[in-house]
């Protein structure tokens, strides 16, 4: 714990006066840019072709363009701080000086102002490994997990969300800074490598508020009326001693005699225990979930909202269906009668959107006219507001306009597909089942005849120039039919000569041919459709175009079966069919919010099975149906996680279970925190598992082999999120981690994701050592594991 000077807490009566109304805001704003400046700029210098001044000018080109675009829009409150290089709880991080002692060393380690140690924690650097990333609760967004241990002492050793919002006074724009809160950060973080068991990071609690009130005493100082704090780790199980640190921090900092306004933001679902607690805390607003959390009845019992203003999160901030403004006004009307005020806003930040459906001339207009991007997102919050304060007569025309959508998207051909509903009607649960797994793996190991530890890659390779261009080309027109296939087939065989001269005893075609694991599939289905410039951030500077999911899906062809049947016949050794599973289908795309998510899941299983058997009937002898959002969509509160691993595993069976005993199944899952569902990926009942493991060294296969896993299991020993290539002795040391806890008949060894976004530089020698590791622990008699769990 940090020594502190005792400070004594001015009496809970001095607070700021009431705080002009938040009328309409939303809780955070797309930060990549339109076009994607940010990541190309990220690129850039990461790639020493611009200095940080070059990074810099493109950073603070965005943050103009936000903060005029918002005000443009007609909000009332437009939202600051939610600029980030590369993620917000990272932010968060080095402005309290919760770094890491391994990277203080990068270009002088000076923290909150080296890019070059911010992104060292970020993705790696030399020998430094970088911070373990996870998602962001149940959406696809990943961010970098705080270290935490006895020895962090917090301290204020950054400026950024004061820095921007003078940024945003200078340019005339009044704005409220948005900061991750104290007890989120802390919950949000992991045990540093100094911590010992047992200890969790938010015992520091009291240290770290200490940080904020000193932050923002500073930003009375300077002049701000409202600072958002974010608590989103509320909407998930909470422990009393939990909700505990929750109190005592915001009576710690509401109590403050100089701070700004607070309004405190939960998103993603309902606040539950959390919300009598936060409504009884000397601050001024509570910002709500009403579309995925909260309902108004719920809200109602808490009678210490008549003293709060209440942000009521109406518009969905997740997905991009148009609001049916009607129906959200209902709630709004009900609330007025239960708060102080009530101002509207998205029920989350709409960094999970893209920016503007304008930027959509192509899209099927009939679909077009259902949806509602970032930009559509502020006009529907402005316009509800606009009803709040002047009646429905304001926006008549625009709530007309609402209505017809509604309508006509619920009627419109193609939503319901008559023949897609029979067959799933007909299923029943042995549709679920395949022959038991011992069965399986004799006859899969006469077929494919494998080694002890068999090398493989969990599919892509990187996508050099020359295939995104060709992949334009013939996009465009440019490039015919045959010239497009004869492109991709000369990937394709390099990709396979490479493995074979690496030694990989399981090869990929690599996938040159598909934009996006999601994207691709969802462009071969009926039922979705797909944008030109919907991008999204999944992390620093990835970003992906989810598809939207509006109607029934089916497929009407095969769609890998052409490429996988080429790589196939160009090698002796086995070749994986590529597919992606049912549940990633819907966490990576926008899904249609018309019927149960496990229908829909039902439907995309089928479009796979019917994919399995063609790659089958084209001699493929192994299939990876790839679900790495498995747990993504994990309920964030316990009580309804049994129905979602229900219809998920069962969708995932269904997609399988048709495989003919000799077809080995293999499914990948990375980057999340898996102990919460190791019933459920036992359940897959697929041959082969691999999963990430790399940052984590490890960690999650202790709670495997204390489950009794029995089937293969691949746990990734080469990071690819991270620029920096393993040596042998790193991933030797990884593999003997594996097996203290996997037997050496079980255990793959393969990297823990795809390697799209990796350059063929990086690749070919991580790729090397990932082989020569294995060779030697195989020559030298891989260890065994006792039944102590050790490696010999």
Known sequence: MTDRIAVPHPSPTTVPPVPPALGSTVLGYPRIGPQRELKHALEDYWADRTAAADLEGTARALRTRTWRRLAELGLDSVPSNTFSYYDHVLDTAVLVDAVPDRYRSVAGGVAGSDLDMYFAMARGIDDIAPMEMTKWFDTNYHYLVPEIGPSTRFRLAGDKPLREHREALGLGLETRPVVLGPVSFLLLSKPGPDAPGGFRPVALVD??????????????EQGVRWVQLDEPAFVADREPAELDALRRTYERLGSLSRRPAILVASYFGDLGPALPVLAAAPV?????????????????????????????GVVDGRNVWRTDLTEALRPLVTLLGLAREVSVSTSCSLLHVPYDVEAEPELDPRVRDWLSFADQKVAEVVALATTLRAGQGAVSDTLARSARAAAGRAAAPGVRDGLVRERLARLSRGDERRVPYAQRHAAQQERLELPALPTTTIGSFPQTVEVRS???????????DDGYREAMQAEIARVIRLQEALGFDVLVHGEPERNDMVQYFAEHL?????????????????????PILYGDVARPSPITVEWSRYAQSLTDRPVKGMLTGPVTMLAWSFVRDDQPLGDTARQVALAIRDEIADLEAAGIGIVQVDEPALRELLPLRASAREEYLRWSVGAFRLATAGAAITTQVHTHLCYSEFNEVIDAIDALDADVTSIEAARSRMEVLAALAGEGFVRGIGPGVYDIHSPRVPDTAEIDGLLRAALGSVPAERLWVNPDCGLKTRGYEE??????????????????????RTSAGQAE
Not at 207 to 220: C, N, S
Not at 526 to 546: D, I, K, L
Request: glycine share 10%; with cysteine.
């Open 763 to 784: 690749v070919g020698p991580a790729l090397a050592n990932l082989v020569t590791a294995t060779w030697r622990l195989r020559a030298g008699g891989a260890p065994t």
């Open 207 to 220: 240290d770290l508020v200490e940080v904020y009130a000193e932050l923002l005493a500073r930003m009375a």
């Open 284 to 312: 001024e607003g509570l910002a709500v979930d009403l579309v995925a959390g909260a309902d108004v009845a719920s809200l109602a019992g808490v009678t210490a909202l008549r003293h709060k203003a209440v942000i009521a």
């Open 526 to 546: 009926e039922g979705f459709v797909t944008t030109a410039n919907g991008w999204v951030q999944s992390y620093g500077s990835r970003c992906v175009r989810p």
């Open 470 to 480: 060709a992949r334009a080309a013939h996009r465009a027109g440019r490039l015919d």
